[in-house]
């Protein structure tokens, strides 16, 4: 079973204001990763992390940033929340097998912005 | 960019057997994988094929061809729970994940 935790679950919050959303994992993996999904839609990749101090930015454009301080830990921050960001954000790792890249996810944070 | 396609909703009746079909550019391939995802919550890993032909997990398998660009998982003696969605996703040259926007399973008794 992934041990892979995301807080808040739930998360309802006024424009401008700043926000993190926490991931953390207990499986030692190097790769963490950050989606964001839509009802319906397909996962897009707004940044992912190949190991502590190493962040990119994914496919999506994004207006939060992400740190990796330590491998199990890779919070994603929101500035200024704007209604544009209400979603859901999904958090991911894996080994860093190249071979079968399988992702581990947490249960995600589903934010709203009024 | 790379597209993934895949329809976006069927129905099957339990007990039966159900193709979910995937297709994918070709280029920049590194692997083909099928999650599953249930309303509200987040995907689990369900196959991964890099080469041809068909792998077997239980009551699900995964077929690949990498010359047509197609992928198709096949559930067998459906259930109620496996009432969710299944999202293709493809490894591209990059070793990153380009999903599709996943097939809604409506499993009827």
């Known amino acids: 079973e992934a041990d892979i935790y995301q807080t808040p679950r739930y998360l309802v919050i006024g424009t401008g204001k700043k926000i993190t959303l926490e991931c953390s994992q207990t499986m030692g993996h190097d790769k963490m990763y950050w989606y964001q999904q839509d009802p319906g839609m397909e996962l897009h990749l707004i940044h992912y992390s190949y190991g502590v101090n190493s962040t990119e930015k994914g496919d999506l454009s994004s207006e939060s940033t992400v740190s990796r301080i330590r491998t199990e830990h890779f919070p994603l921050t929101l500035e200024s929340a704007r209604p544009s960001h209400t979603s859901q954000y999904l958090c991911?790792?894996?080994?860093?097998?190249?071979?079968?890249?399988?992702?581990?996810f947490g249960e995600g944070s589903r934010l709203t912005v009024l | 960019g790379q597209n993934i396609d895949q329809p976006t909703e069927m129905t099957a009746t339990e007990g039966a057997i159900v193709q979910i079909n995937c297709t994918y550019q070709t280029s920049g391939f590194n692997g083909l994988f099928w999650y599953q995802q249930h309303a509200g919550e987040a995907p689990t890993f369900l196959s991964y094929?890099?080469l041809d032909g068909l792998e077997e997990k239980g009551r699900f398998s995964s077929f690949l061809s990498r010359s047509k660009g197609y992928s198709y998982l096949l559930l067998k003696e459906l259930q109620m729970k496996d009432s969710a969605s299944y999202l293709c996703a493809q490894m591209d040259s990059n070793y990153q994940l380009i999903w599709g926007a996943g097939t809604k399973l409506i499993i009827k008794p």
């Open positions: 991911a790792s894996s080994k860093g097998d190249r071979d079968t890249g399988e992702l581990f």
């Open positions: 094929n890099v």
